[in-house]
């Protein structure tokens, strides 16, 4: 069965703090991707990876970093979380040039 | 930027009704998906339309892809409770590195 997992199904942070969300997926995806959704925008694309190493700004990359180093694991990056930066963050996966995106449970993400 | 527009944004129905969810855009996409979206879990694909004019049906749920490509409809006939969530059209384009664009989300509660 595939399995895109978050490590943490809610956060609590402080302002300022550096904060990790970590996905991982079982299914040799080369694909991998982070997103935030927040009430009535959807799902917005934050940053993409399209194998290991690699590493593409999406729509909204200001305030995250992201890091791949193995092919299983896309971590994000939130270099000094604002309030602003609170929302629910889905990370996805899928093959190169597949058109599926397997989603991952969600980390509800609130900054303090 | 290619957007995509959902409505309604919100449906509140009794069982046992049709409802209609329209996804509209100004862009033409390769092909389009819906997904849906229970509480706490993340999105997972019903069904990706590829040709203009394309109809599939899943149960009691029917997808149709526009004749031009820039928009989608999703119909459920005889709703139940258990269509209740977030139900989210994504745009693939082929010539952007197969990216989805997202549109806002239509929820949709089906009271027994």
């Known amino acids: 069965d595939v399995k895109v997992t978050q490590s943490s199904r809610y956060l609590v942070k402080r302002t300022g703090e550096k904060v990790f969300l970590e996905c991982v997926q079982d299914?040799?995806?080369?694909?991998m991707f982070w997103y935030r959704q927040d009430p009535g925008l959807g799902l917005r694309l934050i940053y993409f990876?399209?194998?290991?190493?690699?590493?593409e700004k999406g729509d909204i990359p200001e305030g995250y970093s992201v890091s791949r180093e193995k092919k299983e694991r896309f971590s994000l990056i939130l270099e000094s979380a604002s309030t602003n930066q609170t929302s629910m963050y889905l990370c996805?996966?899928?093959?190169?040039?597949?058109?599926?995106?397997?989603f991952g449970q969600g980390t509800r993400l609130t900054v303090v | 930027t290619q957007l995509l527009e959902q409505s309604p944004q919100f449906l509140s129905i009794q069982e046992g009704e049709n409802l209609t969810v329209y996804c509209n855009s100004s862009?033409?996409?390769?092909?389009l998906q819906w997904y849906r979206q229970e509480p706490g879990e993340g999105p997972v694909l019903l069904v990706t339309?590829?040709?203009?004019?394309e109809v599939k049906k899943l149960k009691r749920l029917t997808f149709q892809f526009g004749d031009a490509r820039k928009d989608s409809s999703l119909h459920i006939t005889a709703a139940q409770p258990g269509d209740t969530g977030l139900y989210l059209c994504?745009?693939?384009?082929?010539?952007?590195?197969?990216?989805?664009?997202f549109g806002g989300g239509t929820r949709l509660m089906v009271k027994p």
């Open positions: 996805a996966s899928r093959f190169q040039g597949g058109t599926e995106a397997f």
């Open positions: 299914m040799d995806h080369e694909n």
């Open positions: 990876s399209y194998d290991v190493k690699m590493k």
């Open positions: 862009s033409v996409f390769s092909s």
């Open positions: 339309v590829v040709t203009g004019g």
């Open positions: 994504a745009g693939l384009d082929n010539n952007a590195g197969n990216m989805l664009t």
